[in-house]
């Protein structure tokens, strides 16, 4: 094995997929993401053989790491769409109004969000107001945020994102590219300020340290100190 691969080994009756990454390192280290992905880095002429190997005796470990990160994922809720209900706008809940008009429309007040239609009575019709309401309100709101914590850093602007995707996301909560497009889960746009900020920090500080080691970890609690509260909120509120 010479270049980066994908490698599956099989532990009991669990199969453990890994992404292979090569290094001119001399020890071959095995880290688990938060979105419970298995990343091996192994020295330039490490074998297959030797790689699997390493996986097997960390087998335990890795599920370990991995049911524990399971906990955290965001849990998407079932919307039905229908009056009455409730929504999160940062962090705030919000209810949900459907009034019959003849322009569609969504727009915030007084402690609901007011969804115009045409056809009150259609949820998919409700589902596909608010979605596109939350996306642009997401593509807003994150620009704003990227540029007030691009200011934690010294050099921030060259951590600046070449591309910002917004998607809906089951198993993360944003990530960012080898070539430094930021992708952030349209969800987020529904947790409070200060959680929004620690993801987007979070993944900025990847820009020049690509895993959770120690050195993202010395990166991350210089520029956002508190960065384990705001974790904990965005996890307890979203839930």
């Known amino acids: 094995m010479t270049e980066d691969a994908l490698l599956s080994v099989e532990y009991g009756a669990t199969r453990i997929d890994c992404r292979v990454v090569h290094r001119a390192r001399k020890t071959l280290e095995i ?33 370990r790491q991995q049911r524990f990160f399971a906990q955290f994922m965001p849990r998407m809720p079932e919307r039905q769409f229908i009056a009455g209900e ?26 609901y969000i007011v969804v115009q239609t045409h056809r009150p009575l259609s949820p998919d019709t409700t589902r596909e107001l608010v979605e596109a309401w939350y996306r642009d309100k997401a593509q807003a709101k994150f620009a ?15 951590r600046r994102p070449k591309g910002l995707i917004i998607r809906q996301l ?7 590219s080898p070539g430094s497009r930021l992708m952030l889960n349209r969800r987020l746009i529904e947790a409070p300020l200060d959680a929004i900020d620690y993801v987007i920090t ?12 120690q050195a993202f970890y010395d990166l991350l609690a210089k520029v956002l100190p508190d960065w384990e509260r705001r974790k904990q909120r965005l996890e307890q509120a979203m839930v």
């Open 144 to 158: 704003e945020r990227i540029d007030a914590n691009l200011q934690r850093f010294p050099d921030g602007e060259l």
């Open 202 to 213: 979070h993944e900025l500080c990847h820009v020049t340290e690509a895993h959770h080691g």
């Open 86 to 111: 409730t929504h999160r706008y940062l962090g705030r809940q919000y209810r949900l109004k459907v009034v019959p008009h003849v322009q569609q429309a969504v727009k915030m007040t007084r402690g």
């Open 170 to 176: 089951k198993q993360r909560w944003g990530s960012m």
């Open 31 to 63: 880290a688990v993401e938060p979105d419970m992905s298995v990343v091996v880095a192994a020295p330039l002429d490490a074998t297959c053989e030797a790689i699997e190997a390493k996986i097997r005796k960390r087998a335990a470990w890795i599920i």
